[in-house]
C-alpha cells in the first residue's frame, strides 16, 4: 500500500505482559515517528528515527519503552512489563526529504487490563 | 508550561461563520509550524504550514504566524459542519527534527 501501515490495529493485553507494535512507513521515507495519544489529548512524541539510528528518543516515559528499526524501514515499538497507564493509541507516522509533513498511520489501540 | 498549548474548547461556530483557533509556543527558536486535523478515531492529517511571519492562505483556511509573540493560528472561513474536528497545532523546534504537538482544539460547526 502507499500509506504508512501499523499492525495490529487492536491489542488486548493483561498488566505486566510484553507487546509489540509494528509500523512500515511510506516507501523510501527516511524519518520515523512514533505518538502516543490518549482520548482528548494531543499526540505525545516518544521516539523519532533517521534512517536507523534514534535521532532523538527523548519522549519515552521509561526503560519499558523500547523502539527499533534496524533496516532504515519497518519499526517496532516495544514495550515490557505493561501497565494500565499504557492504554492509548500508538500513532506512527513517517516524513520524506525536507518536507515537514508527517504522513500518519491509522494507529494501534492498545488496551491493558 | 507546557511546549504547545492550544485551548481545548470546544469551540462552537455556526454553518458560514469563521473559526478562529489559537495556539502559543514555548521554544523562541521554532522553526516550522503545523496545523492538522484528526477526525474522531482517525489519524491525523495536514492541512497548512506556515514557516515566515504573517498570513497563509490556502482555499477556506488561513494561518497567521507572529514569532516574536510565539503564536500561530488558523481561521476557517465559510465554516462547513465537515469542518467539526480536532485541530491540532505543531511545532518544530529550534533543534532537530522532533514535531511537538499541542492538545488541540475540538471544532463544532453547527447547520
Known amino acids: 500500500g502507499a500509506g504508512v501501515s501499523q499492525t495490529p490495529s487492536n491489542k488486548v493485553t493483561e498488566k505486566g505482559k510484553y507487546v509489540e507494535l509494528r509500523c512500515d512507513p511510506i516507501s523510501g521515507h527516511t524519518a520515523l515517528y512514533w505518538y502516543r495519544q490518549s482520548l482528548g489529548q494531543g499526540p505525545e512524541f516518544l521516539i523519532y528515527f533517521q534512517g536507523t539510528g534514534a535521532a532523538d528518543d527523548s519522549g519515552l516515559p521509561n526503560d519499558r519503552f523500547f523502539a527499533v528499526r534496524p533496516e532504515g524501514s519497518v519499526s517496532t515499538l516495544k514495550i515490557q512489563r505493561t501497565e494500565r497507564g499504557d492504554s492509548a493509541v500508538y500513532l506512527c507516522a513517517s516524513r520524506g526529504g525536507g518536507s515537514g509533513e508527517l504522513f500518519f498511520g491509522e494507529g494501534s489501540r492498545l488496551t491493558v487490563l | ?111
Open chain 2, 1 to 111: 508550561q507546557k511546549e504547545v498549548e492550544q485551548n481545548s474548547g470546544p469551540l462552537s461556530v455556526p454553518e458560514g461563520a469563521i473559526a478562529s483557533l489559537n495556539c502559543t509556543y514555548s521554544d523562541r527558536g521554532s522553526q516550522s509550524f503545523f496545523w492538522y486535523r484528526q477526525y474522531s478515531g482517525k489519524s491525523p492529517e495536514l492541512i497548512m504550514s506556515i514557516y515566515s511571519n504573517g498570513d497563509k492562505e490556502d482555499g477556506r483556511f488561513t494561518a497567521q504566524l507572529n514569532k516574536a509573540s510565539q503564536y500561530v493560528s488558523l481561521l476557517i472561513r465559510d465554516s462547513q459542519p465537515s469542518d467539526s474536528a480536532t485541530y491540532l497545532c505543531a511545532v518544530k523546534g529550534a533543534a532537530g527534527n522532533k514535531l511537538t504537538f499541542g492538545g488541540g482544539t475540538r471544532v463544532l460547526v453547527k447547520p
